[in-house]
């Protein structure tokens, strides 16, 4: 079943619950998705792509990330903790990513593929690391990695 089709059924399942988290949650995903297609010049009975799907919870929760920061930062605690808990619905949609410990050795593998040897290019590092784990990393953790070797 594609990931669009298994936010059809958790829309579903949070009316019958009745869990409003997760259904303004699912909902805003559902519309972000509708946005995307259109966006996109297809029509919004159309289904994307689980890879597009991933991208837009992603970009969803990256929000709501800079959005408790801002709250907490002007201390209103009453408008993070609904971003909160929406941010738990969205990265249980999420694959799980890689630990710093899991990105090393190919940071390691990766710096003496193309043979770099001074900070200069830490950016290309950077780059090719997070090529070759497209989709299974978050780039701040392999950026705090690879400065690490240096």
């Known amino acids: 079943m594609s990931l669009h089709t298994d936010l059809r059924v958790s829309l579903k399942e949070a009316m019958k619950a009745k869990d ?13 998705c509708t946005n995307e297609l259109v966006a996109t010049n297809r029509t919004p009975q159309e289904e994307l ?39 738990a619905v969205l990265e249980a949609y999420l694959p799980t990513l890689m630990t710093r410990e899991q990105i090393l050795p190919i940071a390691e593998a ?15 590092l950077v780059g090719a690391v997070m090529k070759k784990l497209q989709g ?10 690879v400065e690490s070797l240096f």
């Not at 409003?20 to 949650?25: A, G, S």
């Not at 990766?110 to 290309?124: N, Q, R, S």
């Not at 299974?136 to 990695?145: A, F, M, P, Y």
């Open 49 to 87: 792509k689980d890879e597009e799907v991933l991208a837009v919870i992603k970009r969803l929760a990256k929000q709501r990330k800079e959005s408790i920061v801002q709250f907490e930062a002007a201390q209103r605690q009453d408008l993070a903790d609904p971003e909160k808990a929406e941010l």
């Open 136 to 145: 299974q990393v978050d780039g701040g953790d392999v950026k705090v990695v």
């Open 20 to 32: 409003e988290v997760r259904l303004r949650t699912v909902r805003s995903i559902m519309t972000a």
């Open 110 to 124: 990766t710096k003496a593929e193309l043979g770099i040897t001074d900070k200069a290019k830490l950016g290309m």
